[in-house]
Every structure is written in structure tokens, then in C-alpha cells.
């Protein structure tokens, strides 16, 4: 039972365009979700990360989009330049008293920006 | 600073024999540290989650027996594959979760190793 679904698998945006990747989540115990760049035989480096008591937090280029109800994430990337050309995967965990625990995985997209 | 390094980046062994892969969190200190496995061009599956001084605790389907997690020191966790086996071929990669309060303690990736096994 796969319980982060990730869309879209493949995504082409234009230099300067907005790029939207979406994550749909089942287990409602999660409470800590964040997003994942990943190159090519590299270790994933966190972007950014939100808990539900916000709707929305930004971080520079990137925006988290929360929908609690709906139990729906997404990931926004403004202005996309050819350097975020990667792999993103969403996650989600419950985050316990120490911290985030062990983080359950979308299954990724392939993001490409076109110069 | 929340630099995780592991070692070795490349292995190749023969099947049947062991590797040990080691995982360091080199600027901070990890009461927890995480396994995960994945699978080219697939996400990342948890195998395990380890707790300095404690044995780790498994994800269902992982032999624990096969995958030997061991967490001796706030700074390294080490991976055993035992017995490996060509379908044990992946990439192994860790990530540790810094022990002094921050904002959500978040979890830091190592650069992962990529065992082959023939």
C-alpha cells in the first residue's frame, strides 16, 4: 500500500516558468512533511518542510502548499532555472518527540527545465 | 554544518560474501540515525531506524538478520549486508537526525553507497 502518491512522474517547464509537483497523503497520523532534491548518484538534500499547523510556507523559490483536509501537499518552484533539473520526492513521517521519524517516500519526479 | 558522510561511495563484492557500510554525521551529534534503500530510478524505502546504544528496530519486510545495523556513537552507525546476494544490489543510503533542538530536527542525508554484488 503505497501511502505518499506522487504526481506528476515527469514534468517539462520552461526557463522562468512555475514548476508544480503534488503529493497526496493517506496515513493521517503523518504530521511532518518535506520536500527532496535528488541528483543523479547523490544523497537527497532537504528543500523545504512543513507541519500541519500552517497552510503555506515559502522559502525563497519554493513554497509548500498544505491542504490538511484534503490531505494534500505541493511543491511550487517559481522562477525555475536549468540547475533544478533533478529528482524531487515529497515524504511524510510522523514527528515524534526527538524529531521526524523514519520518512515514508513519493515515488519521485523527474523534473526538467528547458533553457 | 549537518554534514552526513558515508563510506565506502562504491563497493562491489562477490555473492556470498559481507559488506559494511558506515554512516557519520561529521559536524553534529545523532541519537537517530535511518536506513533506506533505493532502487534506480525508484524512491526510497526505510529499512530500518537506529538509536545510539539500543538495537534498531526493523521495517516489515527487512530481514534483520541479513541487513545488521549497528549505532555504537552519537556520530556512526554502520550497515552489514551479510551473506550478499546479486538482488541486494542498490543504493544504500543513510541519514541522521541532530540531536540538539532545532526547528523540526530534521533528517540529513548521507551521499549513499552503491553495493553490487555478482
Known amino acids: 500500500q503505497q501511502q505518499v502518491k506522487q504526481s506528476p512522474q515527469s514534468l517539462i517547464v520552461q526557463k522562468g516558468g512555475i514548476s508544480i509537483i503534488n503529493c497526496a497523503y493517506e496515513?493521517?497520523?503523518?504530521?511532518?512533511f518535506p520536500w527532496y532534491q535528488q541528483f543523479p548518484g547523490k544523497g537527497p538534500a532537504l528543500l523545504i518542510a512543513?507541519?500541519?499547523?500552517?497552510s503555506e510556507k515559502k522559502e525563497g523559490r519554493f513554497t509548500i502548499s498544505f491542504n490538511k483536509s484534503a490531505k494534500q501537499f505541493s511543491l511550487h518552484i517559481m522562477d525555475s532555472q536549468p540547475g533544478d533539473s533533478a529528482t524531487y520526492f515529497c515524504?511524510?513521517?510522523?514527528?515524534?518527540?526527538?524529531?521526524?521519524?523514519?520518512?515514508?517516500f513519493g515515488k519521485g519526479t523527474h523534473l526538467i527545465i528547458q533553457p | 554544518g549537518a554534514v552526513v558522510s558515508q563510506h565506502p561511495s562504491w563497493v562491489i563484492c562477490k555473492s556470498g560474501t559481507s559488506v559494511k557500510i558506515e554512516c557519520r554525521s561529521l559536524?553534529?551529534?545523532?541519537?537517530?540515525m535511518f536506513w533506506y534503500r533505493q532502487f534506480p530510478k525508484k524512491s526510497l524505502m526505510l529499512m530500518a531506524t537506529?538509536?545510539?546504544?539500543?538495537?534498531?528496530?526493523?521495517e516489515q519486510g527487512v530481514e534483520k538478520d541479513k541487513f545488521l545495523i549497528n549505532h555504537a556513537s552519537l556520530t556512526l552507525s554502520t550497515l552489514t549486508v551479510t551473506s550478499a546476494h546479486p538482488e541486494d544490489s542498490s543504493f544504500y543510503i543513510c541519514?541522521?537526525?541532530?540531536?540538539?533542538?532545532?526547528?523540526?530536527?530534521?533528517?540529513?542525508f548521507g551521499p549513499g553507497t552503491r553495493l553490487t554484488v555478482l
Open positions: 512543513i507541519r500541519p499547523d500552517v
Open positions: 515524504a511524510a513521517s510522523i514527528f515524534s518527540g526527538g524529531g521526524a521519524d523514519g520518512l515514508t
Open positions: 541519514s541522521a537526525r541532530a540531536r540538539l533542538a532545532r526547528s523540526y530536527n530534521e533528517q540529513f
Open positions: 496515513n493521517t497520523a503523518f504530521d511532518y
Open positions: 559536524d553534529f551529534q545523532a541519537t537517530t
Open positions: 537506529s538509536n545510539e546504544g539500543s538495537k534498531a528496530t526493523y
